[in-house]
């Protein structure tokens, strides 16, 4: 993975926490200094916590399991959604729907309503309906794909979850402690660190931050799944060449039967 330089990270204004008065106690081994008031984060623990992240979803990447990304507030949105887009992984940036991963049952109920009315669509059967119902309907689907759109495809509890503001997303954190899936989070200096697996000290208010965080983040996973595609095809390969092997020796076979017949009837 491409070296992290804390120059780049300075540029993005990454060290910028929060108001002394505001911090958590627990970040003190992070801080490196406060100025005008604001805590700055120590970059150097910020580059080495956060290449420790970025290997340890390569290899979840890698190991064809999903990673959840959570933000929901305004100037992550659109940051993580289209990072998470290319990424090809489930994401929330509306309300954290309640009971998503301790209660995954129910909400794939509602992944599966949205998955019928989308074949409602396709059958023709909706055509069938009357305006009113229609309009029903619709209004559904347009709720579901809003709380529940990118995680639609999400079959199965996600192998690790990242989350963009831990204060803000306490319940993302709660149920995914609850069921010891490992969290990644951009952690600035009013939170607590503790309970989290994988902390990355840094801004998490400014957009530019949060962009370049995740811009490291994202080439992390993309080269994992670039190692997963690379391990299919070697498998694959591996089964096609063994198969050849087979209908070699097959061949093989039958060319000494065929041998053996004529010289006996010879």
Do not use: C
Not at 41 to 59: D, F, G, S, V
Not at 100 to 125: H, Y
Not at 166 to 183: C, D, G, M
């Amino acid at each position: 993975m491409k070296e992290i330089k804390v120059k780049e990270l300075i540029d993005a204004g990454v060290h910028f926490g929060h108001l002394t008065r505001k911090w958590n106690p627990n970040m003190s081994p992070f801080i490196y200094s406060e100025k005008n008031g604001i805590h700055i984060i120590n970059l150097y623990k910020t580059a080495a916590k956060l290449n420790e992240a970025a290997n340890a979803l390569q290899k979840i990447a890698a190991s064809g399991r999903k990673i959840l990304f959570v933000a929901t507030k305004k100037q992550a949105k659109d940051v993580v959604s289209e990072s998470s887009t290319k990424m090809n992984m489930p994401y929330i940036t509306e309300r954290w729907p309640g009971g998503m991963l301790t209660n995954f049952v129910t909400i794939r109920k509602a992944v599966k309503k949205m998955s019928s009315i989308d074949r409602m669509k396709e059958d023709g059967t909706f055509n069938s309906l009357s305006k009113k119902e229609k309009l029903q309907i619709g209004r559904l689907r347009e709720k579901l794909e809003k709380n529940l759109g990118s995680i639609s495809k999400m079959t199965r509890l996600p192998g690790a979850i990242f989350i963009v503001d831990i204060l803000r997303e306490k319940i993302a954190v709660k149920e995914a402690q609850k069921l010891n899936i490992p969290i990644f989070a951009m952690v600035d200096t009013n939170s607590d660190p503790r309970g989290i697996d994988y902390v990355i000290p840094s801004n998490d208010d400014a957009s530019k931050s949060i962009s370049k965080i995740f811009e490291i983040i994202s080439n992390a996973v993309k080269e994992g799944l670039k190692d997963r595609e690379n391990e299919i095809q070697k498998e694959t390969d591996n089964k096609l060449n063994k198969q050849n092997e087979t209908k070699v020796d097959e061949s093989d076979k039958d060319d000494t039967n065929n041998a053996e017949s004529s010289n006996k009837t010879k």
